[in-house]
């Protein structure tokens, strides 16, 4: 009857122990969370606000406009919450449908990528908003039936792509040549 006792003692300690390497090794690591924002630049400064609160993007940048704010953009904030540092490689925004743009010029940052982002720190990247009109034109040209909710990204060193939880879609206007 003791060797039971023991038995079942050792195997409760040893689950335990167990569960607590898992923990520490999901804890442990770096833990980013990726946020999307409307801004707009004005001189050396930057105003945003996350996309869940934009209801109509063109009186906010007309708002924004009127106080200095001319030229609008998407910009990407990162945040570890980990305890590891971690290497961004690059960023952008994509549809569902798998298609994406990655900023190559224009980046409005003062962290270059490849960025080595530390533990319990946060970075942020623009890229001028036309570019993510001209993304869901091209997106809604290719599939011209179906709503694009844009999320961003960033790509970590090792090939995992992170996504923003929340999206943006844009009420796009028909050209001339639409004839749908």
Not at 17 to 34: D, H, K, M, Y
Not at 44 to 66: G, I, Q, R, Y
Request: glycine fraction near 8%; charged fraction near 15%; aromatic fraction near 8%.
């Amino acid at each position: 009857m003791t060797s039971l006792i023991i038995s079942i003692i050792a195997l409760c300690v040893s689950i335990a122990n167990v569960t607590w390497q898992a923990a520490r090794f999901l804890l442990e690591g770096p833990r980013i969370r990726v946020l999307m924002k409307v801004g707009a630049l004005g001189g050396a400064s930057l105003v945003s606000a996350p996309v869940e609160n934009m209801k109509n993007l063109d009186e906010t940048f007309a708002s924004w406009s009127s106080q200095g704010f001319t030229q609008p953009v998407l910009v990407v904030e990162v945040v570890n919450k980990g305890r590891l540092g971690v290497q961004l490689v690059d960023f952008g925004v994509d549809v569902p449908k798998g298609a994406s743009v990655k900023v190559i010029e224009g980046v409005i940052t003062d962290t270059p990528m490849p960025y080595v982002l530390e533990p319990h720190q946060e970075a942020a990247w623009a890229m001028p908003f036309e570019y993510v009109v001209n993304f869901a034109n091209a997106c809604q040209g290719t599939w011209p039936r179906e709503t694009h909710p844009i999320s961003a990204y960033v790509h970590r060193a090792g090939g995992k792509k992170v996504r923003s939880a929340r999206s943006l879609t844009l009420k796009l206007t028909r050209t001339q040549g639409d004839s749908s």
